[in-house]
């Protein structure tokens, strides 16, 4: 591995978008990781794992943030959480509606634990077919 000062800073700079990625912030991860690569192809596996790692942190914080809201009450939402559960966090990548899904999961109380893994596996999944689609690996 050749980290250099640069590449370590790219590598840091891509976490912290990354992650403000997966918050109600806008940002813009996938092209930051493009660039990243492009730049410093030997990083792509590094790169690869900060993105998916920051931006799995980023739903994280919104799903422990709406799970401080008070619990649901409503027994039509908690049948709806145990219909479609953690799974659903599979699009938690997914423009607009990825938030608010982890939004969701928090403040229904899903389990943090099969949460951060549904979340994990598809937004490793996005930043894989983002580096796949341009022709990277």
């Not at 739903?59 to 939402?77: E, I, N, Q, S, V």
């Not at 479609?84 to 229904?108: K, N, Q, R, T």
Request: hydrophobic fraction near 55%.
């Amino acid at each position: 591995m050749d980290f250099s000062f640069t590449s370590v800073g790219s590598l840091a700079g891509l976490f912290i978008a990354s992650f403000l990625s997966a918050t109600i912030l806008p940002g813009g991860s996938e092209l930051a990781l493009l660039a990243l690569v492009r730049n410093y192809p030997t990083q792509t596996g590094e790169a690869f794992l900060l993105a998916t790692l920051g931006n799995t942190l980023g739903g994280m914080t919104t799903y422990w943030m709406a799970r401080a809201l008070h619990k649901p009450k409503d027994p039509r939402r908690l049948a709806l959480a145990r219909r479609w559960g953690a799974p659903v966090l599979l699009l938690a990548w997914a423009p607009v509606v990825g938030d608010a899904l982890c939004g969701a999961a928090g403040w229904l109380r899903l389990p943090w634990l099969a949460s951060a893994l549904w979340m994990a596996i598809g937004k490793a999944a996005r930043y894989g077919m983002v580096i796949a689609g341009a022709g990277l690996v």
